[in-house]
């Protein structure tokens, strides 16, 4: 369930593109000609797109073309949405990841598109038909995080969901320096407590594409046992993180890095 990449030259460019006064992101990033799979980085609840820049970083210098999405945080259907525009918008081949909910949205957004090579889950959820983000955390004991969470109605009716900040170091990324996770805290996204709650439709995309499984033993948002169900169901591909956190992605960027690295060398 659970601010990372998209630089301000990234956002002109997306932006250009959707109102037809600049170029796409494929050609952002030197056109169709590029012989590596665009990275697509989908970020989770109380998260946002710059929790990926070490992530990025490596990508980059290994030659990869890179795009961090801002994930809406409304709705799983809408985001999936949002997410699907931004695929639809690369020319060639897509490695999709996605960290915590995330992992819900990326099961329906690559659901038949066939330019997304593989499925990259990262501390997240790996959703069937039916299930939500919030019936999955709870499937196995250990996740600590709905005591943390703070309420805020929001004006027309509903609520967002963060993380209380004097909790957040500890609850989301534990292995994080204890300044940074204080500045992510302050930085982090909420996301609709309807969204947690929406079930996955349709066939989901980790059936028909192949998926790696990114589980930090550490996490105390989804419980490691129940990352590990998932990822065996889904045939997913894991890579144990012993002791990392939540946010993985920023503790370990490394080891994120090299997993997508090799999903789209298998798959690209």
Avoid: C
Avoid at 79 to 85: E, G, I, W
């Amino acid at each position: 369930m659970n601010k990372i990449a998209f630089t301000s030259a990234a956002v002109v460019l997306a932006v250009g593109s959707i109102a037809g006064l600049g170029p796409s992101i494929a050609e952002a990033h030197g056109g169709s000609n590029h012989k590596k799979p665009t990275v697509v980085l989908v970020h989770g609840a109380f998260a946002d797109s710059s929790g990926w820049n070490d992530v990025v970083r490596r990508l980059q210098d290994d030659g990869y073309p890179v795009v961090a999405v801002a994930n809406p945080l409304r709705g799983v259907a809408s985001d999936a949405k949002s997410v699907r525009s931004v695929i639809d918008d690369v020319d060639g081949p897509v490695v999709l990841v996605g960290h915590s909910y995330a992992g819900n949205v990326i099961t329906e957004a690559a659901s038949g598109d066939k330019n997304v090579k593989a499925l990259v889950y990262v501390a997240a959820f790996l959703p069937e038909v039916g299930e939500s983000a919030g019936e999955l955390s709870g499937k196995f004991p250990g996740s600590t995080l709905a005591p943390t969470l703070h309420q805020v109605a929001v004006p027309g009716g509903g609520t967002d969901l963060y993380i209380d900040q004097a909790k957040f170091p500890q609850q989301f990324a534990a292995d994080v320096p204890v300044r940074t996770a204080k500045l992510l805290a302050v930085s982090q996204r909420p996301i609709d407590a309807a969204a947690l709650a929406e079930p996955e439709v349709g066939t989901p995309a980790w059936k028909t594409i192949p998926s790696y499984s990114i589980i930090p033993t550490g996490d105390k948002n989804i419980p490691a046992a129940a990352q590990y169900w998932m990822a065996g169901r889904a045939h997913a591909k894991v890579t144990t993180v012993k002791g990392a956190s939540h946010l993985v992605l920023a503790s370990q960027p490394a080891k994120t890095a090299a997993v997508i690295e090799k999903a789209a060398r298998e798959n690209g």
